[in-house]
Each structure stands twice: as structure tokens, then as C-alpha cells.
């Protein structure tokens, strides 16, 4: 369940998209046209490479508009000490 939201670049309008669903998807309607940052807050636990991206809503592209974060899930680094060694 990632949080998502909308940055509407000329006026810094911050909407509040929802979480992803257990499939890891999300559908908003309603924005109006122009260029948005879509911001994803990272779950705890995963990684991704880039947290923001760029879509530009217009009259020919409204309903179209796909943004697809990848999530890794993160792998705890395990540490391991000997301490039967003896120098």
C-alpha cells in the first residue's frame, strides 16, 4: 500500500491520490489539464529508483495517462560475526 499523490507543477497544488490497492494499482479521475509530479511515498521494507515522476494531462491524452513506479522489496543485510575467532 504505497501512498500516492499529484504536484500540479504551475500552481505546487498537492492532491491526495490514495494508496495502491493490493495489486499495487490506483486509478484517479477528476485533475484537471496540465503537468503533474505523481509522488509515491516508498512503503517501509522497499526500494525504489525514482519516487517521482512526470505526466502532462491534456485534451488528447487524458484518459491515457499510465505512471508505473517499480518497488523492490528490500533485502536486509545480515551480518555475521564470529566470535570463536582467536588471533
Known amino acids: ?3 500516492v499523490n499529484a504536484k500540479h507543477t504551475a500552481s505546487g497544488t ?3 491520490l ?8 490506483l486509478i484517479k ?3 484537471s489539464y ?12 522497499y526500494i525504489c529508483d525514482s519516487s517521482t515522476l ?11 495517462n499510465k505512471v508505473s513506479f517499480s518497488n523492490q ?3 536486509p543485510l545480515v551480518s555475521s560475526k564470529d566470535d570463536n575467532t582467536s588471533n
Open 18 to 25: 490514495g494508496k495502491t490497492d493490493q495489486n499495487g494499482k
Open 73 to 75: 522489496k528490500q533485502i
Open 34 to 45: 496540465g503537468e503533474y509530479q505523481i509522488i509515491q511515498t516508498v512503503p517501509s521494507g
Open 1 to 3: 500500500d504505497a501512498a
Open 54 to 64: 512526470t505526466v502532462n494531462l491534456n485534451t488528447q491524452n487524458n484518459s491515457l
Open 29 to 31: 479521475e477528476g485533475l
Open 14 to 16: 498537492v492532491t491526495e
